[in-house]
């Protein structure tokens, strides 16, 4: 297909802004061998990080995990439902390199999922690559699911209903969600759904959307995918089974328990071929899977409330986490 026949979405001038200047701060934080200038990073987003706050009608406090890792989340907990409530694990975007729960996109996301569900959400601090190369990120999150069955009387509110824990995550998030997911424990933490929101998977070979798209996905093009798979894991190709989910050395599901899975898509996002696999590939394992498909939006897209389709999103959420809690 011509590139040049692939329209661009139409954003509100609000949003290509917030996406110009985040382009402009990867773009200058990326060094030619592969590290990251975090102290610039820091510089230029300073004012996009905000302290636990009660807002909203949702009270949020950040509870360390483990200090000597830097490994903690941000608690978001609704003020005005006395009722029990499912946990929402969440782990944020950035594409394993950049970002964390105290950035105000988040915060904001998180706030509105904990409100609108209603559901106590738990938004994981994982350490980042290049620094913490794989498994790091995986061993994080599941050191958090392990943190809040073992200290649930001392952390969560009474509300907290750990039996209902859903684990969810977009970009590389939705990546981690679904890989600790399959690595969940049984206990009284019981993973029920995963949200798997514009996952970042990949793999040796180019896919269509990757061509089509270079140049017109506002977030997402080959020199970043590439940086963040090599800071990630850099010494093993794409094809290793926690980039390529479904792909030629993938995990046998047939035969494991594996919680619901909603799988979101978007027509602008580059990456949504190896999304649309993914969910074929849980339909073919005999999984639970629906899709969610945004034709007119971009990678991340949900984080800009000014969007519609980010209050959808939301909704869409909430009754997935509905559905699979009764």
């Given amino acids: 297909m011509d590139k040049s026949a692939v329209h661009h979405p139409q ?33 230029l987003t300073y004012l996009l990080k905000v302290p636990p706050s009660f807002s909203h009608g949702v009270t949020t406090s950040d509870v360390p995990v483990d200090p000597s890792r830097g490994l903690w989340f941000r608690l978001f907990v609704p003020r ?63 050191e958090v699911l392990r943190f809040l069955e073992a200290e649930r009387g001392r952390i969560l509110p009474e509300k907290a209903d750990l039996s209902r824990c859903f684990v969810a995550g977009d970009s590389a998030g939705g990546n981690l969600a679904h890989h600790v997911a399959l690595r969940a424990e049984p206990g009284e933490l019981r993973v029920l759904g995963v949200v798997a929101i514009q996952p970042f998977f990949g793999g040796e070979q180019v ?28 010494r093993a ?47 073919e394992s005999g999984k639970e899977a629906y899709l969610i498909n945004y034709p007119n939006m971009f990678h991340a897209f949900y984080i800009f409330p000014e969007l519609p389709e980010s209050t959808l999103l939301v909704s869409e959420v909430k009754n997935f986490i509905h559905k699979h809690s009764s």
């Fill in 11 to 43: 954003l509100p001038l609000k949003t290509r802004i917030s996406l110009f200047l985040l382009s402009a701060v990867t773009n200058a934080t990326m060094r030619p061998d592969g590290t990251v200038n975090r102290r610039l990073f820091s510089t």
């Fill in 207 to 234: 896919r269509k959307s990757e061509i089509e798209l270079e140049g017109v996905d506002v977030v997402v093009n080959s020199a970043r995918t590439q940086f963040m798979w090599k800071a990630f894991m850099p």
């Fill in 237 to 283: 190709d794409r094809d290793h089974e926690v980039i390529n989910v479904c792909g030629p050395n993938a995990v046998d599901m047939s035969n494991i328990r594996f919680p619901a899975t909603m799988v979101v898509v978007a027509g602008f996002d580059s990456l949504k071929d190896w999304q649309m696999s993914y969910y074929n590939w849980l339909i």
């Fill in 80 to 142: 005005h439902s006395d009722q029990k409530l499912p946990v929402l694990v969440f782990f944020h975007g950035g594409g394993f390199v950049y970002l964390s729960p105290d950035f105000k996109a988040y915060d904001d996301v998180c706030r509105r999922f904990a409100r609108a569900i209603p559901a106590v959400v738990v938004s994981v601090n994982y350490r980042l690559a290049p620094e913490h190369p794989y498994p790091a990120q995986y061993d994080d999150g599941c």
